[in-house]
């Protein structure tokens, strides 16, 4: 994908831990896939940058969400359910990143076609190991839906 | 005197002699001819007597005879024949008239000049030894028997004719024996229905003054029947001192108000055992012409049985009635036949509640259709206005067609039940929380402080990396005991449902898993044939791979050895693993299962003091036990039981 489009692969980050933010953009950060990452700290926000909505009129369709499932206003699995059921959103690849390892939380997530789940661990570099992994799998390994909003 | 006087004296009187003979002579002849006269004459009278007198017997004769021959009695004329000690052993029949053919069946020809021994071999000796003694004796007898040869009871009249001879005059008596002992046969039955039924009769003649009490009313009264005779002082004796006064007045009242009958209930003491006794007194009166009582007929019927059962009926009838919960019994369309007070309680409160014609309440309405037509029990539960929730069971008993209803409060269970839900679910809540609002944090600070270690690495010293080590393991240390202890708290709630797994495989992936440890220790474990049983597969894993990796980590030989095996017990499995450990000191043998109970400190075996909490939590929830041999030389063995049927 991006050698034919040469743009920058767009990740958007659900997450409303800074702490986890701050550590996974430091995981990403070495990453040898050109992509630009942008993040929201609540289900609305994200639903409303997906939807491009009020002051995320201009943004981009990403090509992939990294999906924390605890979150202020509108959980993510409401989130995931959302973007599953609206037509313009649901081809794109959601990978839950989660502290809980919760049989439940996992069930409910493949449930809501989530395309993958993943329990963070809390050693930093396994954390960096699965992010490169997720980027390598998700942006070069994997053909994805043409971008139908080519700007 | 002289010779010649002499001879005249002889000659005087020699004429003298001759002269008087024959003055004899000639009176002589004349009496002779008077006597042949009068002989004559008495020959005459005699012939005349004798004609008359033949006439007079062939008369009597024939009068007799018919007599004999027509009269209804049996006769018979007899010689008693004596054996050798003069005792009469048999007798003869000289005569019988045509009433004895008739009475006996036996005819004339096989009778006369035969012995009763002869015509009837089998006759009873004392008929012989009676008609004995009247015919030795002379005195007569009359007497009643019966003959066997003959069947028959006869009423015997038996006279001496002359001595060894006698006569009997007889009649059959069968039929009035025959109604005599039918009589007493229905005295005796009637006398044993009063028994059987404790139902005595009595009597009394007001006029005679006269009280007669059957059997059975002494029996009732505890004394032998006809003991003495009855009076109604005697009857007032036995009846209880407290109903006497009562008993006294049912019958003067009865008598002073001109009543036909009374009837009443009372208790009496049984002379016999001092037994209270329950009766059921009824009295007639029989009046004269005139309107006047002269007789009173009673019975007196002994009930204590039925009381009792009665007693014991009432108590049971009343069971249901004391159940503080509703109990009711209705038909299968849901009409109430039967409601105790409590149910009664509690349809009041759903009044509102009420539809159509029956007032059970629609849910309960279901639930009686259900169970009418089918064999089990229906539960359904019911609030009711005042928020109480009853639980009704609806069940059919078999056989019948109305519908039992046990009602029961729910109200305080449900609450509390409500409460434990609630209760779980905040620890769900709170396990939730644990497992990952707990770890963002320590996941925050194990992240910061290897980028520190990695991009700062020029500006750490040795030192300062040392700490950054101590501080990422004392992270990783924390996340353990957090993992474990959400492992602990879901053994029960978030346990999977039991499914027949082969134990063999199971252990066999746990071995697998530990592969390395294996080698680094030099460790061999030896596992015998294992079974399959219904578990929760993940949790009975993590019950092996934890004993295995504590008698893998608490043991100091060279090449640890650990035994798996079990045996079969009646109705459970029980399991050993085996290791050559250090073993454990019986006094913490308890202490072991219990929660960050440790022995060691973490430097000399790393642990939490989680994983035989664990155990023990995963076993308890199999329903089985768990227990440790040990002692701090020769290693320990760990023993769990799994139940056959989970």
């Not at chain 1, 990143?97 to 963070?120: F, P, Q, R, V």
């Not at chain 1, 490169?132 to 994805?144: A, P, Y």
């Not at chain 2, 973490?602 to 003091?609: A, S």
């Amino acid at each position: 994908m991006t050698e034919l489009t040469l743009k920058p692969a767009i990740v958007l980050l659900v997450e409303d831990n800074q702490d986890d933010i701050e550590l996974t953009l430091e995981a990403l950060q070495d990453s040898k896939v050109r992509m630009e990452i942008d993040t929201v700290s609540d289900g609305m926000s994200a639903m409303a940058y997906l939807r491009r909505e009020g002051k995320y009129a201009g943004k981009p369709r990403p090509d992939l969400i990294l999906l924390d499932l605890n979150l202020p206003l509108m959980d993510g699995r409401e989130v995931l359910k959302e973007i599953r059921e609206d037509q313009d959103l649901t081809d794109i690849p959601v990978v839950v990143l989660t502290t809980s390892d919760d049989e439940g939380d996992i069930l409910k997530a493949y449930k809501l076609h989530a395309n993958c789940y993943i329990t963070k661990p809390v050693d930093f570099a396994r954390f960096t190991e699965i992010i490169r992994q997720v980027e390598g799998f998700w942006l070069q390994l994997v053909k994805l839906p043409r971008r139908q909003d080519d700007r | 005197m002289t010779s010649y006087q002499w001879h005249i004296i002889g000659f005087f009187t020699v004429l003298l002699v001759q002269l008087l003979l024959i003055g004899l002579l000639l009176a002589e002849q004349r009496r002779r001819k008077r006597s042949e006269q009068e002989l004559r004459i008495s020959n005459e009278i005699l012939e005349w007597r004798v004609a008359d007198r033949t006439v007079q017997l062939q008369e009597n004769e024939e009068r007799y005879h018919s007599l004999f021959n027509s009269m209804t009695e049996g006769f018979a004329l007899h010689e008693i024949i004596c054996g050798a000690d003069e005792q009469p052993v048999d007798y003869r029949f000289l005569e019988i008239n045509p009433a004895f053919e008739r009475l006996t069946g036996l005819c004339r020809e096989s009778v006369i000049g035969r012995t009763v021994r002869q015509v009837m071999p089998e006759i009873e000796t004392h008929w012989i030894e009676t008609f004995g003694r009247v015919a030795l004796g002379g005195a007569p007898v009359h007497i009643e028997n019966y003959a066997a040869p003959l069947k028959r009871w006869y009423g015997v009249y038996a006279y001496q004719v002359a001595p060894g001879k006698f006569a009997v005059l007889f009649t059959d008596i069968s039929e009035r024996k025959k109604t005599e002992e039918a009589l007493r046969e229905s005295e005796k039955r009637l006398n044993r229905s009063q028994e059987i039924a404790h139902l005595g009769s009595w009597e009394l003649d007001l006029r005679k003054n006269e009280l007669v009490w059957s059997d059975e009313v002494y029996r009732i009264f505890g004394l032998m029947p006809q003991e003495f005779a009855a009076t109604y002082e005697a009857f007032l004796e036995h009846v209880h001192p407290d109903d006497r006064t009562a008993v006294n007045e049912a019958y003067s009242d009865s008598i002073r108000a001109g009543l036909d009958s009374y009837e009443i209930e009372h208790r009496v003491i049984r002379k016999s055992d001092g037994a209270i006794r329950f009766v059921h007194e009824k009295c007639q009166h029989v009046r004269d012409e005139e309107g006047r009582i002269i007789r009173s007929l009673g019975m007196v019927h002994d009930i204590t049985e039925r009381k009792y059962i009665e007693d014991k009926l009432r108590q049971l009838a009343n069971f249901p009635e004391e159940n503080p919960c509703p109990v009711m019994r209705c038909t299968p369309d849901g009409t109430i036949m039967y409601a105790n007070v409590s149910a009664g309680r509690w349809l009041a409160t759903l009044s509102r509640q009420i539809f159509g014609s029956t007032p059970l309440p629609e849910p309960v309405l279901k639930a009686v259709v259900k169970a009418s037509r089918c064999g089990h029990a229906i539960d359904t539960e019911i609030v009711n206005p005042a928020g109480q929730t009853f639980g009704i069971t609806a069940v059919r008993p078999p056989g019948e067609a109305y519908i039992n209803l046990y009602g029961i409060d729910l109200t305080e269970r449900k609450k509390a039940r409500e409460a434990l839900e609630r209760s779980n679910r905040e620890l769900e809540q709170f396990a939730y929380v644990a497992s990952h609002d707990l770890q963002e944090p320590l996941r925050a600070i194990v992240g910061f402080l290897q980028l520190l270690e990695n991009r700062y690495e020029d500006k750490v010293d040795d030192k300062g990396k040392h700490y950054i080590d101590r501080s990422v393991k004392a992270a990783h240390r924390m996340q353990t005991l957090i993992r474990e202890l959400l492992t602990l708290s879901r053994v029960n709630s978030k346990g999977s449902t039991f499914l027949p797994t082969d134990l063999n495989l199971l252990v066999q992936s746990v071995l697998d898993n530990l592969q390395t440890t294996l080698k680094e220790k030099n460790a061999e474990v030896i596992c015998g044939t294992l079974p399959t049983l219904s578990i929760d597969e993940n949790q009975i894993r993590s019950l092996f791979q934890n004993l295995l990796v504590n008698a893998l980590r608490y043991n100091e030989s060279a090449s640890p050895r650990v035994h798996i095996d079990f045996r079969e017990l009646d109705d459970s499995y029980r399991f050993r693993v085996q290791d050559n450990g250090i073993g454990i000191s019986p006094q913490f043998h308890q202490r072991i299962f219990m929660v960050f109970q440790r022995l060691h400190t973490d430097r000399e075996y790393p642990g939490t003091g989680l994983g035989l909490a664990l155990c023990k939590r995963i076993v308890e929830r199999h329903g089985g036990t768990i227990w440790v041999e040990s002692n701090t030389t020769g290693g320990s063995v760990f023993y769990f039981t799994l139940p056959k049927n989970m």
